[in-house]
């Protein structure tokens, strides 16, 4: 059996402003990787981060945690 897939959903929204915050002061500026969420102090949730973002230019993953957040924010 496979395992669902979830998205962003697992990610707490305080985790997803702390990497939103880090691509905005642009400690982030290659494709989304292992490496991005380590420097970032993500490592909790580099699973589904990486599931979602991984190989995404900076400011696609920008887009889409801002859409994330703004949906969670909504409600």
Do not use: Y
Not at 25 to 54: M, N, S, Y
């Amino acid at each position: 059996m496979t395992q669902p897939i979830t998205g962003l959903t697992t990610v707490p929204t305080d985790d997803l402003k702390h990497l939103l915050r880090a691509l905005h002061r642009e400690w982030i500026t290659t494709p989304f990787d292992i490496h991005c969420v380590a420097g970032c102090k993500l490592q909790h949730v580099a699973e589904p981060l990486l599931g979602q973002l991984r190989g995404l230019e900076p400011n696609a993953v920008r887009a889409v945690v801002t859409a994330v957040l703004a949906e969670r924010l909504r409600s």
